[in-house]
């Protein structure tokens, strides 16, 4: 189990021996329980864990980093702090000590601490939930180009949170995101094409973010890929493509993917047909709560054996979701 308490003065913390990428997994971890991992592979937050885990090497860089951040207002080892009080590895979690931490970041200009007290405000996290403020320091993030914090803008002004609701902007900050290599922020944007919400309908550029962030593994973007290659919408028409991405998202649990794989199984759309597989991934998708799932797999039982349908439920319990699966395609 991971130790780094002795940032903020725990007696404990990991050894001056220990190797550089042993903490920066701990403090790769500290990010992800906060809830603001990246969508894409390169990502600030993991710049700022391995900003962190350089600080932390020896008994003297923890010093230092406990001495900046106490005494002469240094952001980075703030930051630090408060990530550590925020996920409890070492100290006692502290949620209102994490946000007075990213607070004092914040207010430097540290465009993480701003962002992370931004998502501590979202959803009243060691602070009361207040739209306008999570917006408000999002906005302040996003102005210093990180993507995380541009996602977040975007669905601020889609959704109206703390802000007037504006499609318009929404999409400036998307594209901003996208254009990092953010697979959230490219899907949201293949979403904004796709329904003409903030830019003119573009079913081929719709497509082509989808793309983007379905080869970083996105399960939406590859849902929505792997219907449109099964329609020719806004691609040409290719079943086994469609099979392919509908695949991908739905090893991911994606339900409306399992229903597409479903159906392309079912009716030999890509794959060879087969009952069984059809009928295990109509299951999987009812039991993710599907509608369509559950009609399709009454429909498909009509026409199987026993043995077939003993032999796709067993399928389907065995069954186990994959993590982010890429693609080269």
């Not at 130790?3 to 997994?25: F, L, Y």
């Not at 999002?138 to 499609?167: M, P, S, T």
Request: aromatic share 8%.
């Amino acid at each position: 189990m991971c130790n780094i308490g002795i940032i903020t003065g725990g007696r404990t913390g990991p050894a001056a021996n220990d190797p550089p990428g042993q903490v920066m997994k701990c403090l790769s971890v500290a990010i992800a329980v906060l809830g603001v991992a990246s969508s894409s592979a390169a990502s600030p937050l993991n710049d700022a864990a391995r900003n962190c885990a350089n600080r932390t090497l020896t008994p003297e860089s923890v010093a230092e980093v406990r001495r900046k951040a106490a005494e002469i207002e240094d952001a980075k080892a703030q930051f630090c702090v408060g990530l550590l009080y925020g996920t409890g590895l070492g100290v006692p979690k502290d949620d209102s000590k994490a946000a007075a931490w990213f607070l004092r970041a914040a207010k430097q200009g540290y465009a993480l601490a701003q962002m992370m007290l931004g998502e501590a405000y979202k959803i009243g996290k060691g602070v009361p939930q207040n739209d306008a403020k999570a917006t408000a320091w999002f906005n302040r993030a996003a102005e210093q180009g990180y993507a995380e914090a541009q996602e977040r803008l975007g669905d601020a002004y889609r959704w109206g949170r703390g802000v007037a609701q504006d499609d318009s902007i929404a999409v400036v900050w998307y594209q901003r995101a996208a254009e990092q290599g953010s697979a959230r922020a490219q899907t949201a944007l293949g979403l904004a094409y796709e329904k003409g919400r903030g830019l003119p309908r573009d079913n081929a550029k719709a497509a082509a973010w989808f793309a983007l962030a379905a080869k970083q593994g996105f399960a939406l973007a590859q849902m929505k890929l792997g219907h449109w290659y099964s329609e020719g919408r806004g691609v040409p028409r290719n079943y086994k493509l469609s099979v392919l991405w509908y695949k991908l998202a739905a090893n991911q649990g994606n339900a409306l993917a399992q229903v597409g794989l479903g159906l392309a199984y079912h009716r030999g759309r890509g794959v060879p047909e087969d009952f069984v597989l059809a009928h295990m991934w109509y299951n999987l998708a009812a039991a993710n709560g599907s509608v369509s799932g559950r009609k399709l797999l009454r429909l498909v039982e009509q026409i199987m054996s026993q043995a077939q349908l003993q032999e796709a439920q067993r399928m389907a319990r065995e069954w186990k979701p994959r993590k982010r699966t890429v693609s080269n395609r």
